[in-house]
Each structure stands twice: as C-alpha cells, then as structure tokens.
C-alpha cells in the first residue's frame, strides 16, 4: 500500500473515530477507548510514514508542553511509581495525543459540520433514555442504571404523589450528567437563541436545549447549578440578553413555587458533609508534598490511608474538588500548569470567536469555551477531571475549538 492510499484511509478511519468517540463516550467506555487507541496509532504511523514527526501549530501547543512539564516533578515524590507511571500515560498523553489528532484531522468545515450532527445525536439519544428513565422505567436503556435515590412509592405526609429519584441516564451519578449537560448545552442553546443558522434549525436546537435543561432541573446536582449560574449570568451581560438572567430566576424557583418533594435534597447537608470530610483528608494530603506533590493518581490511594474514620486503610476515595485533588497529586507547579493551560484556550476561544466571519461557527466556538467554563466551575465541587467519558469530553472540547479556529483562520 503506498502513502498515498494508505493517508486517504487513515484519514477516514480516523474521522470516524472521532465521530464514535463523541456519539458513544456518554454510554461507552469501550467504544470510545478502542476508537482513541485507534485513531491515535493511525495517526502516529501516518507521521511516521510521511517522515512528519512535527506537531501542527496551535495556541496551546507551549501551554501544553509547559502543562506535561510541570506535572513531571510530582514523581520525585511518589510511592506508586507504577501507578504513576501508568497514569502519565492513560490520562494525561493519551488526551494531549487525542487533542493533536482531533486539530489535524478536523481540516475541513464538512468534517466540523458533520461532527456537530453525530454530537447531537448522542445529545438526543441521552436526553431520551434520562426522561424513559426518570418517567416510566426507572433504569436507564443503555445501562440499566436506576434513577439516583429512587423512591417509587407514594411519601406517608406528602400529597405530591411519587418521587422518582434524580435522572442519571446513562451515567452512573446525577452529577456526571449534569457534568456532560453542562458542556453540550450551552452550544445547543446558542443555536437556538442567537441568529446564526436558519430558522428551522433553530426551532430544532430550541426544542433540543428545552429538553436538556429540564434534565439538568430534574438532576439536581448543586455544583453544577453554580456553574450554570456564573455561566449563564455572563452569557446574559456579554450578549445583552436580560431575559436570560429572569429565565434562570425561574427555573431556580421552581421548585420551591410547586413545592415539589424533591426541593428538600436542595438544602440537604448530608453531600455537603461529605465534602468536607474528603476536602479537609484532602488538604492533609497536599500538605505534604505541596510544591511538587505525592505523585500522579496516588490521592485514592492516599486518602485511604490518610482518612480517620471507621474506613481507615480500607477505602480510598476521590476529592470531590478537582483542583484539591490535582494539588495533591502534581503540587502546585503542576495545578499551575493545569491553569495556565485552561487560561491560555479561554483566550484563544475567545479571540478568535470574534476574529471568524462565519456567524454559526464563531458562535460555537464562543458557546463551546463557555460550556467548558461552566464544566470547570462544576469540577470544583466533583469529580469531573477523573471520570473517564467526562475527561474525554473536556479535551474534545478543547481540540474541536482549536480545530474550528484552524479552518476558519488558519487554514
């Protein structure tokens, strides 16, 4: 097979790959792995074989490097050296592989535009199999999930009938919902609210957007709401859209307007308890190692060790705080890096949004950072940076905005 045959096949393999990653990532793991591990080895041969080992010139190409560098110290500090060694590889290069493929493989607006549609997609089947679950079966089409705390049966001093738990979809958590919510529908409702496409399009993302953020309500994950809220509250101010700032009002309203029995978990102490049990075991283990850290994907490990309660030595846990936890585990030069990298997409999204001509695709990018952001604020109170599909997601984001802005500027 010569270069030429075997670039064209690649190439569309590849795409295909990237389609698959974004339609299955919410339901898949499998699915989306084998597709990355695919589409990153064609990709590495097809450099290989062309003698083009360099990487294509985007905004973060410094950030990133400096991002890989400054998390290198932290295994200086480790007692897990294989799983450190192990998640240098898995969670951290495999995303900065995947974000250089997904750049240099989204070359054209065909591509782009035909990535958004299979994203849509997988919005619409998830949104479906989240309502199926809360409304009639009470598990989830995909994965057989039960709906979270679910309650199917009517309360002894409640007249508001059955409370169905909180919708989970196709994730095990309501907060990885809300999580994967937060970054989809934003650049749905952009669609939907601004003038950028024709109007049977927008009639379509505004039914879809309704749709998804009555999932996020029926979710009721708080730390997705703060992200929801500072997010929706600078689309309003940047974009002159007041009414946006009364409808998000509402919505928090709601609940308590209609009484509805699920409004208690809004108030309730318990999670946030927990939080700050895991936050302040959490802030034990930065401690000792605070400028380099204890080592890459060691703070499971360590919290187990480190917790004083009845479960001492036996059961490790996640921070709940992406940041504490990141801390921890690369000291403060690697959550430094972490940052500079995420600064530095906010401020090329941003510039180059107003920089393309093309109305629908500017708007994406612009809505895509903001969904991004709100991501971001959501994984200062969980997991997001550390569940598998969620990560994935994260840095397709990242690698489809600098994608758009390859095609549309710097093509």
């Known amino acids: 097979m010569n270069k030429i045959k075997f670039n064209a096949i690649s190439d569309y393999i590849i795409k295909w790959c990237l389609y698959a990653i974004v339609f299955a990532v919410p339901f898949s793991k499998s699915i989306s792995e084998f597709s990355i591990a695919l589409a990153i080895a ?29 998390i290198l110290p932290s295994f200086l500090n480790t007692g897990y050296m294989g799983l450190s060694l192990k998640a240098f590889f898995t969670k951290h290069l495999k995303y900065i592989a995947l974000y250089f493929v997904m750049v240099e493989s989204l070359d054209n607006r065909e591509k782009i535009r035909d990535l958004l549609v299979v994203a849509l997609l997988s919005v619409i089947v998830i949104t479906l199999d989240g309502f199926g679950q809360y409304y009639y079966s009470g598990v989830d089409a995909l994965h057989n999930y039960p709906s ?22 196709s994730f095990p958590f309501p907060n990885d919902l809300s999580a994967w919510i937060l970054l989809f529908i934003f650049p749905i409702a952009s669609v939907a609210i601004f003038d950028i496409a024709r109007k049977r399009t927008r009639y379509l993302m505004a039914f879809v957007s309704a749709g998804v953020f009555y999932l996020f309500f029926l979710a009721k994950t708080r730390g997705a709401w703060v992200g929801l809220i500072i997010s929706t509250v600078y689309v309003a101010v940047s974009k002159k859209k007041a009414w946006l ?94 940052l500079w990298l995420v600064f530095s997409y906010f401020k090329s999204a941003l510039k180059d949004s107003r920089r393309i001509k093309d109305a629908f695709f500017a708007g ?19 997991t997001n940076l550390y569940s598998l599909n969620l990560v994935t997601l994260f840095w397709f984001a990242i690698g489809l905005s600098q994608a758009i802005s390859r095609v549309y500027l710097k093509g």
């Open 42 to 70: 064609l990709w590495f041969i097809r450099k290989i074989l062309n003698s083009d080992i360099r990487l294509v010139k985007t905004d973060l190409n410094v950030p990133v490097l400096i991002f890989i560098m400054t």
């Open 245 to 338: 700032i009364i409808l998000l009002i509402a919505a928090i309203a709601m609940p308590f307007i209609l009484k509805m029995e699920m409004s208690q978990y809004i108030f309730g102490m318990k999670s946030v308890d927990d939080r700050f049990f895991m936050w302040d075991t959490g802030l034990k283990i930065f401690k000792d190692h605070p400028v380099l850290g204890n080592g890459i994907n060691t703070f499971f490990t360590r919290f187990k060790e480190e917790r004083n309660d009845q479960w001492k030595g036996e059961k490790g846990s996640y921070a709940h705080n992406c940041y504490l936890q990141m801390a921890s585990d690369t000291g403060l030069i690697g959550l430094a890096g972490f």
């Open 364 to 382: 994406i990018l612009w809505s895509v950072s903001v969904g991004v952001f709100a991501f971001l604020v959501h994984s200062f109170f969980d």
């Open 148 to 169: 979270f705390k679910e309650r199917l049966y009517p309360l002894p001093d409640s007249t508001e009938g059955f409370f169905r738990g909180f919708p989970t979809a």
